[in-house]
């Protein structure tokens, strides 16, 4: 397209023109109309636009279009300080918006990873310890043992630093090369002479732990030879006191057997006498006087009765509790019969010092934790409990999660019950005891010293004193563990024969066509004690509520006894209570028995 401006410029250049020069443009044909109008205002300077013009090329018209469209941005590409400028903050707000992008994904990836990191290492074991009930002591176990690992391993070199190091023995090292003058000569002998000292003194320590230890041997065979000669002079005690005991014992046969006797020809004597008489006035009058007889030891005994119980009633109050020791005391002494009172059996005889012996012992066991027995399963003995072996104590915990965080803020709804090591002590009052969740636990014991056991007691609180005897155990068994040389082969052994056994009654069963009969449940090893080293079950029995003894001794297996094994672990599994479902409470366990390795005490005659 052409502007009006442009056919006005070039018509100028036309009429500019020479005479008889060409014309500077071609013939252009313009439509009628396309010329503005201010160019018919003034006729003279009008001219025909047709005249002397040739049509333009269309690349002439492209050129000029081309030169056109370029005009206007010919200016643009002049230098501007601001442009520059703006440029370069542009470029840079770039820079560090993308460099703002880059370190924001950076840390997002790190932080994802470190998150994961955390997340397997710290979040997911403590959630898995305290959702898992069974495995929650194991799992903080390790955990304790993982954190004190790797603060050892940190600061091992540190504390390293200030552990004082004592300086080891002197030693002598061999010089390269020979000495130089004589002072260095005399040092090396003088250092040499110090290791040789240093040689000597260790020779004579030595030499010292050799006769040390060939005292000890000839000790050991000086009290074997006691031993030896004790144990000879014992088997003839125990001889001659078995043959005293038979003397006595035939003697006392035919005492017997002469009073027997006797008594037989007075009884056949009386029937005649009571036949040849038919009725006589002696013998009404003799049963009259053995019946007064026989009232008046009755009077004395309730008297005495009375009188102690008066006494008992008294003893509460300060006043009376003297007068009750006396009288007790005159039991004890047998001076009760000279002040009046006394205490006759059937046949007349006295029995008041017989009963103040009695009452004596009966204080005197009870003094005696009891039951008068050694227990090596007791703490202050030296007997301890194995964790690894122990159920977890029983512990009372929120229900709800809001309880759950409360709880964890102020310490409210959480409880936990006695430790195990309870169940080892000698207080046994109502509620002192070591409860386990469940009806099913176990309690693992080191003995004070390895034992041959013959009895187990297990203790409880007693029925007239006690809130709910439902928590008491009922069925229990006691496990021990084989270890020894000796021991495992005795074991090994006798497993071995028992297999025999039952072998040879079934076979024997099956000869001569009997049914073969079931043998008994055998005993499954419990899934809660280690394969290795082994266990035995050396006891099982029942505990009874409804007893009126709360302290209840059970023995052990005769089999298990006559194998001669000692113990120095052992394990009590118990195996259900008498009807609480959430706890089970233990008082008490005791170990009874001979242990290993025990001097015997010296006669009477030996320590005079």
Same mark, same amino acid.
């Given at each position: 397209?052409?502007?009006?401006?442009?056919?006005?410029?070039?018509?100028?250049?036309?009429?500019?023109?020479?005479?008889?020069?060409?014309?500077?443009?071609?013939?252009?044909?313009?439509?009628?109309?396309? $010329? #503005?109008?201010?160019?018919?205002?003034?006729?003279?300077?009008? &001219?025909?636009?047709?005249?002397?013009?040739?049509?333009?090329?269309?690349?002439?018209?492209?050129? +000029?279009?081309?030169?056109?469209?370029?005009?206007?941005?010919?200016?643009?590409?002049?230098?501007?300080? *601001?442009?520059?400028?703006?440029?370069?903050?542009?470029?840079?707000?770039?820079?560090?918006?993308?460099?703002?992008?880059?370190?924001?994904?950076?840390?997002?990836?790190?932080?994802?990873?470190?998150?994961? =990191?955390?997340?397997?290492?710290?979040?997911? #074991? $403590?959630?898995? $310890?305290?959702?898992?009930?069974?495995?929650?002591?194991?799992?903080?176990?390790? &955990?304790?043992?993982?954190?004190?690992?790797?603060?050892?391993?940190?600061?091992?070199? #540190?504390?390293?630093?200030?552990?004082?190091? &004592?300086?080891?023995?002197?030693?002598?090292?061999?010089?390269?090369?020979?000495?130089?003058? $004589?002072?260095?000569?005399?040092?090396?002998?003088?250092?040499?002479?110090?290791?040789? %000292?240093? !040689?000597?003194?260790?020779?004579?320590?030595?030499?010292?732990?050799?006769?040390?230890?060939?005292?000890?041997?000839?000790?050991?065979?000086?009290?074997?030879?006691?031993?030896?000669?004790?144990?000879?002079?014992?088997?003839?005690?125990?001889?001659?006191?078995?043959?005293?005991?038979?003397?006595?014992?035939?003697?006392?046969?035919?005492?017997?057997?002469?009073?027997?006797?006797? !008594?037989?020809?007075?009884?056949?004597?009386?029937?005649?006498?009571?036949?040849?008489?038919?009725?006589?006035?002696? %013998?009404?009058?003799?049963?009259?006087?053995?019946?007064?007889?026989?009232?008046?030891?009755?009077?004395?005994?309730?008297?005495?009765?009375?009188?102690?119980?008066?006494?008992?009633?008294?003893?509460?109050?300060?006043?009376? %509790?003297?007068?009750?020791?006396?009288?007790?005391?005159?039991?004890?002494?047998?001076?009760? %019969?000279?002040?009046?009172?006394? =205490?006759?059996?059937?046949?007349?005889?006295?029995?008041?010092?017989?009963?103040?012996?009695?009452?004596?012992?009966?204080?005197?066991?009870?003094?005696?934790?009891? +039951?008068?027995?050694?227990? &090596?399963?007791?703490?202050?003995?030296?007997?301890?409990?194995?964790?690894?072996?122990?159920?977890?104590?029983?512990?009372?915990?929120?229900?709800?999660?809001?309880?759950?965080?409360?709880? !964890?803020?102020?310490?409210?709804?959480?409880?936990? *019950?006695?430790?195990? =090591?309870?169940?080892?002590?000698?207080?046994?009052?109502?509620?002192?005891?070591?409860?386990?969740?469940?009806?099913?636990?176990?309690?693992?014991?080191?003995?004070?010293?390895?034992?041959?056991?013959?009895?187990?007691?297990?203790?409880?609180?007693?029925?007239?004193?006690?809130?709910?005897?439902?928590?008491?155990?009922?069925?229990?068994?006691?496990?021990?563990?084989?270890? *020894?040389?000796?021991?495992?082969?005795?074991?090994?052994?006798?497993?071995?024969?028992?297999?025999?056994?039952?072998?040879?009654?079934?076979?024997?069963?099956?000869?001569?066509?009997?049914?073969?009969?079931?043998?008994?449940?055998?005993? +499954?090893?419990?899934?809660?004690?280690?394969?290795?080293?082994?266990?035995?079950?050396?006891?099982?029995?029942?505990?009874?509520?409804?007893?009126?003894?709360?302290?209840?001794?059970?023995?052990?297996?005769?089999?298990?006894?006559?194998? *001669?094994?000692?113990?120095?672990?052992?394990?009590?599994?118990?195996?259900?209570?008498?009807?609480?479902?959430?706890?089970?409470?233990?008082?008490?366990?005791?170990?009874?028995?001979?242990?290993?390795?025990?001097?015997?005490?010296?006669?009477?005659?030996?320590?005079?």
């Amino acid at each position: 397209m052409y502007s009006p401006h442009k056919l006005q410029q070039s018509a100028q250049q036309r009429t500019s023109a020479p005479r008889g020069s060409a014309p500077a443009l071609s013939r252009v044909s313009v439509p009628r109309g396309s $010329i #503005p109008p201010e160019t018919h205002e003034d006729p003279d300077e009008s &001219f025909d636009i047709e005249q002397g013009l040739d049509s333009i090329a269309e690349g002439n018209e492209a050129q +000029l279009d081309k030169q056109d469209d370029h005009e206007p941005h010919s200016s643009s590409r002049a230098f501007s300080i *601001g442009g520059f400028l703006g440029n370069i903050v542009h470029r840079l707000y770039l820079v560090a918006l993308y460099g703002l992008q880059f370190v924001s994904m950076i840390l997002f990836i790190l932080g994802k990873v470190a998150g994961m =990191i955390f997340d397997i290492i710290f979040n997911r #074991p $403590i959630r898995w $310890i305290t959702s898992t009930n069974t495995l929650a002591t194991l799992g903080r176990y390790l &955990f304790l043992g993982f954190i004190l690992s790797a603060a050892w391993y940190t600061l091992q070199d #540190p504390l390293l630093k200030y552990v004082p190091r &004592f300086p080891s023995g002197p030693s002598y090292h061999a010089p390269e090369v020979p000495a130089a003058n $004589i002072a260095e000569l005399s040092a090396r002998m003088q250092r040499i002479e110090t290791a040789l %000292s240093g !040689l000597s003194l260790d020779t004579e320590r030595s030499r010292v732990k050799v006769e040390n230890g060939a005292k000890s041997h000839m000790d050991l065979v000086g009290r074997l030879g006691a031993l030896e000669s004790r144990v000879q002079r014992d088997s003839a005690r125990a001889v001659e006191a078995e043959v005293q005991f038979g003397k006595s014992a035939s003697q006392g046969l035919r005492a017997v057997r002469q009073e027997v006797e006797t !008594l037989h020809a007075q009884i056949q004597a009386q029937a005649q006498q009571s036949a040849e008489k038919s009725g006589g006035s002696g %013998s009404d009058e003799e049963a009259r006087a053995k019946l007064k007889a026989l009232e008046e030891r009755v009077g004395s005994v309730e008297g005495g009765v009375k009188e102690a119980l008066e006494l008992g009633k008294k003893v509460g109050s300060g006043a009376a %509790s003297s007068a009750g020791a006396a009288w007790w005391n005159k039991l004890a002494s047998g001076s009760a %019969s000279k002040s009046g009172l006394t =205490i006759k059996s059937s046949d007349g005889q006295d029995v008041t010092s017989l009963i103040g012996h009695l009452v004596d012992s009966a204080v005197s066991t009870y003094g005696k934790d009891t +039951l008068a027995r050694p227990d &090596f399963a007791l703490h202050s003995g030296g007997a301890r409990i194995i964790p690894s072996l122990t159920s977890p104590t029983f512990e009372m915990r929120p229900a709800n999660l809001r309880g759950h965080l409360v709880g !964890l803020v102020t310490g409210n709804g959480y409880a936990i *019950g006695r430790p195990p =090591i309870t169940a080892l002590h000698h207080e046994s009052h109502n509620g002192h005891c070591w409860p386990f969740a469940g009806s099913e636990g176990q309690l693992g014991i080191s003995l004070a010293a390895p034992t041959y056991i013959s009895d187990v007691s297990i203790d409880h609180v007693a029925k007239e004193v006690a809130f709910d005897m439902r928590s008491a155990p009922r069925e229990m068994e006691v496990w021990g563990l084989v270890e *020894g040389r000796d021991n495992v082969a005795k074991v090994t052994e006798w497993k071995a024969e028992n297999a025999r056994r039952k072998e040879e009654r079934k076979r024997e069963a099956e000869e001569r066509g009997e049914v073969v009969p079931v043998d008994e449940v055998e005993e +499954l090893y419990p899934r809660t004690l280690p394969m290795s080293p082994q266990y035995i079950r050396i006891a099982s029995f029942r505990y009874d509520i409804h007893s009126p003894n709360n302290v209840q001794t059970f023995p052990v297996s005769p089999e298990i006894r006559d194998l *001669g094994v000692d113990f120095g672990i052992v394990v009590l599994r118990v195996k259900s209570n008498w009807g609480r479902d959430e706890f089970t409470c233990l008082y008490r366990m005791r170990v009874h028995g001979q242990r290993m390795g025990e001097m015997p005490l010296p006669y009477p005659e030996e320590s005079a």
